[in-house]
């Protein structure tokens, strides 16, 4: 079975640093992009960043670029999410996502369970 | 940036009910389209991809359409387990982007 398995749910104060993780079982998580997604309370789907873990390439979202860092290490099938300077708006649930190419078109399947992070004075 | 706009926002129905959500794109991205549900408290889970392409389990009252700029989600018949939370995506660029969402709401 295909399985993202994301780390567990993390409280911290704004300018303490974080990172979170992804990882990958049941495929070959090299072959795969990674996509990470932010869900912020009660609200919609914003793609945040993606990375190539066969190569570590990385394409961001022009609203994340400069304030996130996706890293992954195909060695042990796990992707990262990571943040140097936590604000209290970073606060939401993020999910990290397969990309699989069907038809000739990317989509997001599966998805992992999520990773709430609150920054919280 | 390409811009996806859902209507309606939100959307009370019955079961049994057919109902049919928009999606629509600030420019042609042909059929790069994918629906997502999502339930409170779940990960989104992958129901249409290429807009009209059921995926694998996906029960076939679930249907999409649409090409350019246009399309649509519909559901055939309301199962009280579809009461849920929707959301197109486009993948023309990868710089991927979502719809707002429409929440489908028990009436």
């Known amino acids: 079975e295909v399985q993202l398995v994301q780390s567990g749910a993390e409280v911290k104060k704004p300018g303490e640093s974080l990172r979170i993780s992804c990882k990958g079982s049941?495929?070959?998580?090299?072959?795969?992009?990674i996509s990470w997604v932010r869900q912020m309370p009660g609200k919609g789907l914003e793609w945040v960043g993606r990375i190539d873990p066969s190569d570590s390439y990385t394409s961001y979202s022009p609203s994340f670029q400069g304030h996130v860092t996706i890293s992954a290490d195909k060695s042990i099938s796990t992707a990262y999410l990571q943040w140097s300077s936590l604000k209290a708006s970073d606060t939401a649930m993020y999910y990290c996502?397969?990309?699989?190419?069907?038809?000739?078109?990317?989509?997001?399947?599966?998805w992992g369970q999520g990773t709430l992070v609150t920054v919280s004075s | 940036d390409i811009q996806m706009t859902q209507s309606p926002s939100s959307l009370s129905a019955s079961v049994g009910d057919r109902v049919t959500i928009t999606c629509r794109a600030s420019q042609s991205i042909s059929r790069y389209l994918n629906w997502y549900q999502q339930k409170p408290g779940k990960a989104p889970k992958l129901l249409i991809y290429?807009?009209?392409s059921l995926q694998s389990g996906v029960p076939s009252r679930f249907s999409g359409s649409g090409s350019g700029t246009d399309f649509t989600l519909t559901i055939s018949s309301l199962q009280p387990e579809d009461f849920a939370t929707y959301y197109c995506q486009q993948s023309y660029s990868t710089l991927y982007t979502f719809g707002q969402g429409t929440k489908l709401e028990i009436k």
């Open positions: 290429a807009a009209s």
């Open positions: 996502a397969r990309v699989i190419v069907a038809a000739g078109i990317n989509s997001f399947d599966p």
């Open positions: 049941g495929y070959r998580f090299s072959s795969y992009w």
